[in-house]
């Protein structure tokens, strides 16, 4: 018998003389065809299309990368993992067996680290929405509790009236660290005096127990010099209180925001290439902290929320070519079965995306399309593919960080979600949904639940 | 619609048009389907040929068949039957 050559597409391109590709490279398009030895074509055949991968190896050298780089440059270090990146029990428990606490921001994070085993005095809680509920349990569990505003203030201190408990506080920060926007909502502005205004509050009536200043000055940072002045500027409310009231803090929490290795969408060199290491960001907060004049007996401990980039590389989105098409300028496109509604970073980030088979030299510039019936599902709104096929596989790569948490039930049901352990054994850790699981949150009152058509 | 009879054709791909000093490439199976053009078979033929050497369905080749005499269209290297 004789055996048929595999099929390409017909493509003819125009040779433009003098115009090398934008990056003089053609990297992007190499087949990827593994995740840490194991084959995609087999995780899809077992888990089905789309999947979100996971790479437990991966997100445990990312961890411990990041903690030697600030461990090398500053004696006491501790890391508190970001629930909203990616809250998946699974995940969150890697980073609690690497010796991160929980960073949380709402009633139900809080109660998911909670439940994950996490003592109540390993737990921030931060963020603008803390019911009197979700307080009243944090104080008695002996939480880190973040102030972001004056009411949250009066209210913990009537807590700490009635429960006879003293709640363990930091003020959250805001501040002009050189760059735009300023995040001025959260927490208390420090250039107004606010800041200072609400740290004497704290001090003055005793209720509370001042232990610690906190800053998140933003999210996808580029510049290290920003922690610089952030951690320079929390040093500096730290000196102060040591002045006038003689008040050591126990620690500086800078947040978390520093940039991962994705590509900003209008970025013209890839993410890889460009963002600011680990190592830079250590280096110029430790440097910071160390050159101030913030004399403690003892350091203040230096806490970082670290989230996306210690996550997103390890993970991926493995999807299927569900169709071609030719736009009517004449473009290429190409529409798959991963659409915005499960890869919200799509807004953000050029995420690279490659085949997951192998392919001629040829390629297109394409147009990759979700699988949703709305005009906003674009995944790539130009990229250079070698010529799939309906059926073939792709690849979107750094995928970790807050799609595992903003993904929405939205037109069609969420994936499985697979974790690949450190002896290369898959596991699946979350489950696809079901109609059964989204009917069950349904009620249909009586007179609603016949027609005649 | 057939292809310009002053279009020259490599064996490796290239395509050049003399009349506007265009070059192009095309891949194995472009290359196979424009030979083929060339020598006036009909796009039935043409179908016919590339689903016996590949793995393909026919709807698939005639649908990416069409497409590609669009895109030579575009590109200027079709005429009318009559020019
Ligand atoms: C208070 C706080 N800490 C930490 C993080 C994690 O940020 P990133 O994932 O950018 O490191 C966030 C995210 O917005 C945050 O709001």
Known sequence: MITKKRYERPVIKKLESNMPNKFGMRTEYEPVLHIEDIAIKDLITKYGSPLFVISEKKIRRNYQAAKQAFETRYP??????????????????????????????????????????????????????????????????NSLIHIDHLDELYLLQEIAKSTKHKPKVAIRVNMDTGIFPIWDRFGFNFENGQAWDALNKIMFTGTLELVGLHTHIGTFMLSPNAYAVAAAKLANLAQRLHQKYDHEIKYIDMGGGFA???????????????????DEFAEAITSALINSDFRPKNPPLLILETGRALIDDAAWLLGSVIANKRLADGRRSTIIDIGVNIL?????????????????????????YGPLCMNIDVIRDNITLPLLNKGDQVVVHHVGAYNMTQWMQFITLRPKVVLIDQNNKVHVIRNNETLENMLELEALPDHLANFDL | MNLKNN?????????????????????????????????????????????????????????????????????????????
């Open chain 1, 260 to 278: 991962s290795r994705n590509t900003l969408k209008g970025a013209y060199l890839p993410g890889v290439d460009t963002n600011p290491t680990i």
């Open chain 2, 7 to 83: 279009i020259a054709i490599s064996d490796s791909g290239f395509v050049f048009n003399p009349s506007s000093g265009e070059s192009f490439s095309v891949n194995q199976i472009g290359l196979e389907m424009l030979n083929m053009l060339r020598q006036k078979f009909t796009t039935e033929d043409i179908v016919t040929h590339i689903e016996k050497g590949f793995q393909a369905e026919r709807p698939t080749i005639e649908r990416d068949l069409n497409d590609f005499i669009d895109m030579m269209n575009q590109y200027h290297l079709m005429q009318d039957e009559d020019e």
């Open chain 1, 344 to 368: 919200f970073t799509a807004f953000w980030y050029a995420h690279k995306v490659t085949p997951a088979q192998k392919f001629t030299s040829y390629t297109e510039d394409t147009v990759l």
């Open chain 1, 76 to 141: 006491r270090v501790q890391f508190a993992w970001s629930y909203k990146t990616n809250y998946l029990n699974a995940v969150c428990n890697i980073f609690h067996q690497e010796g991160s606490w929980a960073e949380v921001v709402s009633g139900f994070e809080y109660d998911k680290a909670i439940r994950n085993g996490v003592p109540g005095s390993n737990i921030i809680f931060n963020g603008p929405d803390k019911s009197e509920q979700d307080l009243r349990k944090a104080v008695t569990n």
